[in-house]
């Protein structure tokens, strides 16, 4: 499995998945398609399929323009989410294949969006899987609940997202993992790999390099979001359960000036 960074926009990525066998590819919401197929032909990567995790216009506005470019091309979308240009609707559990080895679980994550969409990718038994998470999933952040509730989101990141493999790779839409370090320091001054990572991802932001994927296992780690289970966690935002706690974070986060 071959993945390639797309910069998009101001902060966005797009992904290409490729199948390294039969050099047949996927494309994560492909909001700018002349990039993609530009990075896919220099890699001689043939795309066969656009993932769309939600329907907003930095994630999904790719597509119409997708299908034009590379006629056939399917377009993948959640059920319930109104995905433009989408010729494919997936719901939690559906599978799909790329190539020779790679197979693609689509994860329902509502909240950010109803209709929100976690692709879950596998490969040959030794390779890392990988987890393309979006807007409900970000380095050491989560998305706004914008069509969903604390409840929800506690779901997708805490029950869905939070039981994948711990060495999986997570791909977010976003570049805000600076900003959201700030943040997590602020709920855990003392947490170390929190210090130790923001030191990190400023380094490489500063060299003009992505601090995208992470791990689930770094994002327990370093997440407040994905560690609400800690009753630690709950007594520093004043809450006595994780739902509540995470809805507590997420007014903290709205409201905070970094």
Same mark, same amino acid.
């Given at each position: 499995?071959?993945?390639?960074?797309?910069?998009?926009?101001?902060?966005?990525?797009?992904?290409?998945?490729?199948?390294?066998?039969?050099?047949?590819?996927?494309?994560?919401?492909?909001?700018?398609?002349?990039?993609?197929?530009?990075?896919?032909?220099?890699?001689?990567?043939?795309?066969?399929?656009?993932?769309?995790?939600?329907?907003?216009?930095?994630?999904?506005?790719?597509?119409? !323009?997708?299908?034009?470019?590379?006629?056939?091309?399917?377009?993948?979308?959640?059920?319930?989410?109104?995905? !433009?240009?989408?010729?494919?609707?997936?719901?939690?559990?559906?599978?799909?294949?790329?190539?020779?080895?790679l197979?693609?679980?689509?994860?329902?994550?509502?909240?950010?969006?109803?209709?929100?969409?976690?692709?879950?990718?596998?490969?040959?038994?030794?390779?890392?899987?990988?987890?393309?998470?979006?807007?409900?999933?970000?380095?050491?952040?989560?998305?706004?609940?914008?069509?969903?509730?604390?409840?929800?989101?506690?779901?997708?990141?805490?029950?869905?997202?939070?039981?994948?493999?711990?060495?999986t790779?997570?791909?977010?839409?976003?570049?805000?993992?600076?900003?959201?370090?700030?943040?997590?320091?602020?709920?855990?001054p003392?947490?170390?790999?929190?210090?130790?990572?923001?030191?990190?991802?400023q380094?490489?932001?500063?060299a003009?390099?992505?601090?995208?994927?992470?791990?689930?296992?770094?994002?327990?780690?370093?997440?407040?979001?994905?560690?609400?289970?800690?009753?630690?966690?709950q007594?520093?935002?004043?809450?006595?359960?994780?739902?509540?706690?995470?809805?507590?974070?997420?007014?903290?986060?709205?409201?905070?000036?970094?």
């Open positions: 499995m071959k993945i390639l960074h797309v910069p998009s926009l101001q902060d966005t990525y797009s992904y290409i998945i490729a199948d390294e066998s039969t050099k047949e590819g996927a494309v994560v919401d492909p909001v700018e398609p002349e990039k993609v197929l530009e990075v896919a032909n220099s890699h001689g990567i043939n795309l066969k399929l656009v993932l769309t995790t939600h329907h907003h216009r930095d994630h999904a506005g790719g597509n119409e !323009k997708m299908k034009q470019l590379v006629p056939g091309i399917k377009v993948y979308g959640g059920l319930v989410d109104n995905v !433009k240009g989408c010729t494919d609707k997936v719901e939690n559990g559906d599978k799909v294949s790329l190539g020779a080895d197979n693609i679980l689509a994860l329902h994550t509502p909240c950010h969006t109803k209709g929100h969409i976690c692709y879950y990718v596998t490969g040959k038994k030794d390779e890392q899987p990988a987890v393309f998470t979006g807007d409900t999933l970000f380095i050491a952040g989560c998305g706004k609940f914008f069509e969903g509730t604390a409840e929800q989101m506690y779901q997708s990141l805490c029950v869905t997202l939070g039981s994948l493999p711990k060495p790779r997570v791909y977010c839409d976003h570049e805000y993992t600076v900003e959201n370090l700030q943040f997590a320091l602020t709920i855990e003392d947490n170390l790999r929190i210090q130790q990572k923001l030191t990190w991802a380094n490489q932001k500063q003009g390099q992505p601090t995208i994927p992470s791990t689930i296992e770094e994002e327990m780690e370093t997440n407040p979001f994905m560690r609400v289970d800690l009753p630690a966690l007594e520093k935002v004043g809450c006595k359960s994780p739902v509540e706690a995470l809805r507590e974070l997420r007014k903290l986060k709205d409201n905070w000036k970094g």
